[in-house]
């Protein structure tokens, strides 16, 4: 019985695998006839495995060039800059130069004094690959000088050996901003392969640092473009996750408050200093004015995405103060030294503001006997205007599809760059500009040791980079450049 039993249930399953089977097959069958199904051939694996060799290929050169630039940086900028030309010209570039004196380029929305003020002749590097005339322009830049060298760096590795250890490229300058550097002209060799017609497109490799202002030289002098595309690492975290479409305007200020000793040849000032006017109180009063000033335009500016992102659009801050002797406390100190920055939104300008804080130091001082009578000096040590993107402007919209592609997310933008250098386009000649950039760390400019870049983020950054060239060129001027 159990035989009989077995065998039934043997010939129930051969009959069930049976229907299985021809289900399958009539399936794969019509997903064939359909074009639903596909068996990849020899040629597309082929194909496939071309691409991941060709893409392979591509990032040991860009690894390769970004340690070239690393390694010319022990020689300083101009070794730099002879590296980035030897390769434009390969490319098919036409180099021009503009040596010129920092302090000597017009100034607008922009100015530095003192030590924030470059000196120096200094040159700029631009390369240019002609394109289609009726085709969108490009202006790509990003800066080839670094920090100063220091002999006891303290760094772990070797500067200028560009070691990558744990994912990272390590380099002197290599995320300030060498690595901006080689994606430009990655970009433009990928551009001069390509096998559609594209706009012209430039690179311009101009000193940035200590208002420099290489980038508003070359600008003056005529360099121009339907749109700039300004290349640093993200120094926020999240690297290529962000866009840089908009910047605040920032103000630095230094005042000066002077005070009156006592009539005394004592050494000692304490039992006298009722009959002293110290410039420490007075710093007291100026630094309450200047707090009741940011509050009250916070009231009153405002600037939807600053205000998302940190909860108010502008500030000030006393950062600094300076005054007396740090070993003799009973002595009534002559000056009090004030440093103050200001940040405010693109919609305002620099004179705007300077303006509106001059007014409530100038009703705090005549408030006041003494301040009226001995008015403090203010300085305007540095300034930057603001600037924007809005989100549906082609440029923006390009960018951000290049990003999306090549990282996978939909990146955001972060509106907290303040003085960032896609200011300098956009201020000087009314060129939109945006920004990106790969991960970054641990900068030189920031007392750090060991800069780093991240690997997959400088590839994803030159493949962004390369998408943007590539379909903002494709364009053309007749569509609307959407200024």
Not at 253 to 281: M, Q, Y
Not at 294 to 310: C, G, K, L, N
Request: proline content about 5%.
């Amino acid at each position: 019985m159990q035989e009989k039993n077995g065998f039934a249930r043997d010939k129930i399953l051969q009959r069930s695998m049976k229907k299985s089977r021809a289900s399958l097959q009539k399936t794969v069958a019509l997903k064939l006839e359909t074009g639903m199904f596909r068996i990849p051939t020899v040629s597309q694996k082929v194909i496939s495995m071309t691409a991941e060799s060709h893409e392979k290929a591509a990032e040991a050169r860009a690894i390769s060039f970004l340690r070239d630039l690393i390694a010319a940086q022990a020689d300083g900028e101009s070794a730099v800059q002879k590296v980035i030309v030897e390769r434009l010209t390969a490319a098919g570039c036409e180099i021009s130069e503009l040596t010129y004196d920092p302090s000597t380029v017009p100034a607008i929305g922009d100015f530095g004094t003192g030590a924030k003020q470059a000196s120096g002749a200094r040159t700029a590097v631009v390369g240019t690959y002609k394109g289609d005339p009726g085709k969108c322009s490009l202006l790509v830049f990003a800066h080839p000088d670094g920090e100063k060298l220091q002999t006891d760096h303290g760094w772990k590795r070797d500067p200028f050996a560009g070691t990558i250890d744990n994912g990272r490229i390590y380099g002197w300058g290599v995320a300030d901003d060498l690595a901006g550097c080689a994606a430009a002209v990655l970009a433009i060799e990928e551009a001069a392969c390509a096998a559609t017609s594209l706009g012209t497109v430039v690179f311009a490799s101009t000193p940035s640092k200590k208002n420099a202002r290489g980038v508003a030289a070359l600008l003056h002098e005529g360099l121009s473009a339907d749109a700039s595309l300004y290349l640093h690492p993200a120094e926020s975290g999240v690297g290529m996750q962000e866009i840089k479409a908009v910047t605040p305007g920032h103000l630095d200020l230094k005042i000066v408050v002077p005070g009156c000793l006592p009539d005394t040849n004592e050494p000692s000032h304490t039992a006298f200093s009722h009959r002293a006017v110290n410039p420490v109180d007075k710093a007291i009063l100026i630094i309450a004015a200047l707090q009741k000033l940011a509050e009250a335009r916070v009231t009153r500016i405002s600037h939807p995405m600053i205000d998302a992102f940190v909860g108010r659009s502008t500030n000030i801050l006393v950062s600094y103060v300076k005054s007396g002797n740090a070993t003799r406390f009973s002595r009534v100190p002559e000056l009090c030294e004030l440093g103050v920055a200001i940040s405010f939104p693109p919609h305002e300008t620099m004179r705007e503001v300077q303006d509106e804080v001059e007014a409530a130091l100038n009703a705090c001082f005549d408030a006041d006997p003494w301040l009226a009578e001995h008015s403090p000096t203010l300085e305007w040590l540095s300034g930057s205007t603001g600037a924007e993107v809005p989100h549906d402007h082609p440029l923006f919209c390009v960018a951000s599809n290049a990003v999306q592609r090549v990282t996978g997310k939909i990146p955001f933008v972060n509106p907290l760059h303040a003085a960032s250098d896609i200011r300098n386009p956009a201020v000087e000649k009314g060129i939109p500009t945006v920004a990106f950039g790969g991960l970054c760390g641990d900068l030189t400019q920031n007392d750090k040791r060991d800069e780093w870049v991240d690997v997959a983020d400088f590839h994803r950054m030159v493949r962004a980079t390369t998408e943007v060239v590539t379909n903002w060129c494709a364009r053309s001027r007749n569509a609307g450049r959407g200024k």
